[in-house]
């Protein structure tokens, strides 16, 4: 059974540059939320997509955009990076129809904004 | 929105004792308390999860309990072991179209001793 992945591991970028991330959910599931987590912060809501669509979003500006694919696998885009930016991007899926609330996280990746 | 505060952000304990983690939420809509533990450089893992019709659910070493008058729960290990060392988040979470957002707490760091 097949967990959650994310690509790239890890990632330099240069501000004013732009960068997508990838995540391939957790097999069955239908729902992938994105999450930015700080050095020595707790992760910090950024929108989750369901049935390709934007579902819900957090307090992030516009730069921070994404997709949902038909095979709900998910892209985060990020415009005009900031050195804030820089920080651990986690991807997360769950099932909507189970209701459950429980979350599976994928390793992450770590983007440097220098 | 949704506040979740927890404490310590530090707790240092010795192999064998008890370690207590407590967090306060805002939102009184808030319906489900996951608890993740997150090592060093890896993916938040979900240890256990309560629903606010339950006070208290125990899973071997580990508890948690549920005040939601007060609004807070709490993370209860016992016979803490070294594996144990971790980041440790709670969250807060209500339902919106059979999907749960989490709001994390800022982490606590536990440090067992051998």
């Known amino acids: 059974d097949a967990g959650v992945t994310q690509s790239p591991t890890h990632l330099i970028k240069t501000r004013g540059q732009q960068v997508t991330l990838r995540c391939s959910p957790k097999s069955g599931h239908d729902t992938v939320s994105w999450y930015q987590q700080a050095l020595g912060q707790g992760p910090q809501f950024i929108f989750q997509y369901y049935e390709e669509e934007e579902r819900q979003r957090g307090n992030f500006p516009d730069r921070f955009s994404g997709h949902q694919f038909p095979n709900y696998s998910s892209e985060l885009n990020v415009n005009a990076l900031l050195l804030g930016d820089s920080a651990l991007y986690l991807c997360?899926?769950?099932?909507?129809?189970?209701?459950?609330?429980?979350?599976?996280f994928g390793p992450g990746t770590r983007l440097t904004v220098t | 929105g949704e506040n979740v505060e927890q404490h310590p952000s530090t707790l240092s304990v010795q192999e064998g004792d008890s370690a207590v983690i407590k967090c306060t939420y805002s939102?009184?809509?808030?319906?489900?308390f996951p608890w993740y533990k997150q090592e060093l450089g890896k993916r938040p893992q979900l240890i256990i999860d309560i629903r606010s019709n339950v006070g208290e659910k125990k899973d071997q070493r580990i508890a948690v309990t549920l005040n939601k008058t007060a609004k807070h729960f709490s993370l209860h290990i016992t016979e803490t072991q070294p594996e144990d060392s971790a980041v440790y988040f709670c969250a807060a979470s209500s339902s919106s179209g059979g999907s749960y957002i989490p709001t994390f707490g800022r982490g606590t760091s536990l440090i067992v001793h051998p």
């Open positions: 997360a899926s769950s099932l909507v129809d189970r209701g459950s609330g429980e979350q599976y």
């Open positions: 939102d009184s809509a808030s319906n489900y």
